[in-house]
């Protein structure tokens, strides 16, 4: 990998994009025949029905108000009875098909239990509205929902076909879909008392024009306000030092999948949703298009971290897709606080933060300093005084290797080490990566 001769040099000036990696992880496989779909079927269905129980055992604690008027309690209990037979069926067929014994106790103690207390039979009770309910019923459908959806679809039309449903971490960013969910009617608290306390701001000549428009006018106007607000905190939050360990959170996601956008700081999390909100409330759309938006909203945000390879074709110009806020994951230098727009490309172009090289997929997810791993540690993260000075990743020795030997032939060249350290940024290695290089380099120097 050594240049020979300056041209060469100058030709890596032109950014290097790789192909990503995804290694075989026949481990974490789900082959059929083996037993262990249907354990993991059994636990997801054995486990949602429980809570499902609870929910309609405890409706005014357990249950969203905004959720209850959408849904009929008693249809439900339809979908509960077939989940739970399922869940006990899958639980008798992964432990006799020797799939995971200890998964399939589970899915069928908790399963037991669910009918124990009352299965799907529990009547429907009468509410007590409580302001701050926890979202059960609100998790238990969305995630089933998004299992059967959007795992499907990656696995239809995937980008990375060998990259597994159960990669590394899929347990924390389920943390982090769970949290989410459950803190709902927190969520809608805060943004009614955000809108409560702004009255003042609204313009009622304003919101009577907006909403004489037509319906799908109103709906583009949301997406585009929405969307500029977005944009905007987001960029702070990359750019405002103390901000940034905040949504580096989100950013600490090393594999992109539907479950890996839950993964946020509550912080940033209620600050951006509050944001997007007042926005919305201020230029005063009718309440069926802000419905509208929510949905377009949810389903954009998840679609945008799928291991999606669909050719999208024009639409991906204009509106943010896959490809493009991968891009914004990436840890690849000319990538870094690129791409900050949620639903469309416009305020990117407008900006200077576009980056969506053609034909190019992102190589590194991550930051450039590594996050400690776990929920309560990334909680904690942005409230550590030396939050900045973190373990950077382990670069695998061969790589440091590779990359070390190609730092004692530039140098031979008459290099300075900006020029190198230039040079392997645009052939594509992480910051942290390319550190760990030099330090190698320094202690291995070649025989002579
Ligand atoms: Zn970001
Ligand atoms: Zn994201």
């Known amino acids: 990998m050594a240049f020979n001769h300056l041209s060469e040099y100058a030709q890596l000036m032109k950014y290097d994009y790789q192909e990503r990696e995804v290694a075989q992880q026949p481990d974490r496989e789900f082959v059929y025949g083996t037993g262990k779909i249907s354990a993991y079927a059994s636990v997801l269905l054995g486990c949602l029905s429980l809570i499902s129980v609870f929910a309609y055992l405890y409706p005014s604690y357990l249950t969203t108000t905004d959720m209850r008027a959408v849904y009929d309690g008693e249809q439900l209990q339809i979908i509960l009875k077939y989940g739970m037979w399922s869940a006990l069926f899958f639980g008798v067929v992964a432990f006799v098909s020797n799939g995971s014994k200890k998964l399939a106790l589970i899915g069928l103690s908790?399963?037991?239990?669910?009918?124990?207390?009352?299965?799907?039979?529990?009547?429907?009770?009468?509410?007590?509205?409580?302001?701050?309910?926890?979202?059960?019923?609100?998790?238990?459908?969305?995630?089933?929902?998004?299992?059967?959806?959007?795992?499907s679809l990656e696995k239809i039309?995937?980008?990375?076909?060998?990259?597994?449903?159960?990669?590394?971490?899929?347990?924390?960013?389920l943390v982090y879909f769970a949290i989410n969910h459950l803190l709902i009617t927190t969520f809608i608290l805060l943004g009614n008392y955000a809108i409560h306390r702004l009255q003042w701001a609204m313009s009622l000549p304003l919101q009577e024009y907006i909403q004489s428009l037509p319906f799908f006018v109103q709906f583009i106007i949301a997406v585009l306000i929405a969307d500029f607000v977005f944009y905007w905190q987001h960029r702070v939050f990359h750019k405002v030092k103390i901000l940034w360990p905040f949504h580096a959170v989100h950013h600490s996601v090393?594999?992109?999948?539907?479950?890996?956008?839950?993964?946020?700081?509550?912080?940033?999390?209620?600050?951006?949703?509050?944001?997007?909100?007042?926005?919305?409330?201020?230029?005063?759309?009718?309440?069926?298009?802000?419905?509208?938006?929510?949905?377009?909203?949810?389903?954009q945000s998840i679609t945008n971290h799928c291991n999606l390879g669909?050719?999208?074709?024009?639409?991906?110009?204009?509106?943010?897709?896959?490809?493009?806020?991968?891009?914004?994951?990436?840890?690849?230098?000319?990538?870094?606080?690129?791409?900050?727009g949620a639903h469309t490309t416009i305020f990117d172009r407008m900006f200077g933060s576009y980056h969506f090289p053609e034909?190019?997929?992102?190589?590194?997810?991550?930051?450039?300093?590594?996050l400690p791993r776990t929920f309560f540690s990334q909680l904690a993260h942005p409230f550590n005084a030396d939050g900045y000075?973190?373990?950077?990743?382990?670069?695998?020795?061969?790589?440091?290797?590779?990359?070390?030997?190609?730092i004692h032939n530039a140098k031979k060249e008459g290099k300075t080490a900006a020029q190198i350290s230039g040079a392997l940024t645009l052939m594509g290695w992480p910051a942290d990566a390319i550190d760990q290089a030099f330090e190698f380099a320094s202690k291995n120097k070649p025989a002579a």
């Open 310 to 340: 669909i050719p999208w074709g024009p639409i991906k110009y204009i509106l943010v897709t896959p490809q493009f806020h991968h891009w914004h994951h990436s840890s690849e230098r000319p990538a870094l606080d690129t791409n900050f």
């Open 254 to 299: 090393e594999t992109m999948d539907w479950l890996a956008g839950s993964r946020a700081h509550i912080v940033h999390s209620i600050i951006e949703r509050v944001a997007v909100v007042i926005g919305l409330h201020l230029i005063g759309v009718e309440k069926a298009v802000l419905d509208a938006y929510i949905i377009f909203a949810a389903i």
């Open 157 to 173: 039309f995937p980008k990375y076909r060998d990259q597994v449903i159960l990669r590394k971490e899929w347990k924390l960013d």
């Open 389 to 406: 000075d973190l373990k950077p990743r382990q670069v695998k020795k061969e790589k440091l290797v590779k990359i070390s030997f190609y």
């Open 110 to 151: 908790t399963t037991i239990l669910a009918f124990a207390l009352g299965g799907y039979t529990i009547e429907v009770s009468p509410v007590e509205p409580k302001n701050l309910a926890i979202g059960v019923d609100w998790l238990a459908l969305s995630l089933l929902g998004h299992v059967v959806f959007f795992t």
């Open 359 to 370: 034909g190019h997929w992102p190589a590194h997810y991550g930051t450039t300093k590594r």
